[in-house]
């Protein structure tokens, strides 16, 4: 029986055998066996499809995370969403660029967010400020790790920016020159690789200290008392 849920499994299926930008409503209902039409009686547009598949691949984000201190559970919090992301590689476009996950409001997530920065002392404008701050860091490193080469000429594609690289003008660039062996293919801005086939795992693990310290910092710095001059 075709019903919404069925569609977003295959929705999500097929956005993972073929990528983003191939997705149709056409190859879905052909997948589906049904007329297009019959898919729009459960899903009105091929964003909300989009929107669908992403709640999808997320929903048991916020069902996996642990208890413990705030700073635990913002980092596995990070860790899941990464992991899910890395699940289903072909939606960090859309995770990155669109606003398709409000669609799909997840509440428990968000209020596990919520709940660890009240325990960090947040609260009023800072809490928002620091709620943003967990989302971008949650979404941001992921999607960005998961950036892919362009479908078309991939392989020269990559060529191009291994010679790029590699020709770097060490007069002109003296620190690029000499740390340019140790960030190729390893750092933004200077790989050729997706982390789909190469993961960012120890960059990943730096992002999440340096935004759980810098959290806790902060947290710290609004509770200071203001110095009497």
Request: net charge neutral.
């Amino acid at each position: 029986m075709l019903g919404r849920e069925r569609i977003l499994q295959a929705t999500l299926a097929l956005i993972d055998e073929k990528g983003l930008a191939a997705f149709n409503i056409r190859a879905l209902a052909t997948a589906l066996g049904v007329y297009p039409a019959a898919i729009y009686w459960h899903v009105p547009s091929r964003d909300a499809l989009v929107a669908g598949a992403i709640g999808l691949a997320m929903q048991n984000v916020a069902a996996r995370l642990p208890e413990g201190g705030w700073q635990l559970r913002l980092a596995a919090l990070m860790r899941g969403f990464r992991d899910a992301l890395r699940a289903h590689p072909h939606l960090a476009p859309a995770v990155a660029s669109e606003l398709a996950t409000n669609v799909n409001v997840d509440a428990p997530l968000i209020d596990y967010v919520l709940a660890a920065l009240e325990e960090a002392r947040f609260e009023g404008p800072a809490l928002v400020d620091a709620f943003n701050v967990v989302i971008a860091a949650m979404c941001g490193f992921a999607t960005l790790e998961l950036s892919a080469a362009p479908a078309e000429a991939a392989a020269e594609w990559q060529d191009a920016c291994r010679s790029r690289i590699d020709a770097v003008d060490a007069q002109r660039h003296p620190h690029l020159a000499r740390h340019v062996g140790e960030l190729r293919n390893q750092a933004f801005m200077l790989r050729w690789a997706s982390g789909r086939e190469q993961p960012l795992h120890s960059s990943f693990d730096a992002w999440i200290d340096v935004v759980i310290r810098g959290l806790d910092a902060r947290s710290r710095m609004l509770r200071r008392p203001a110095r009497v001059v």
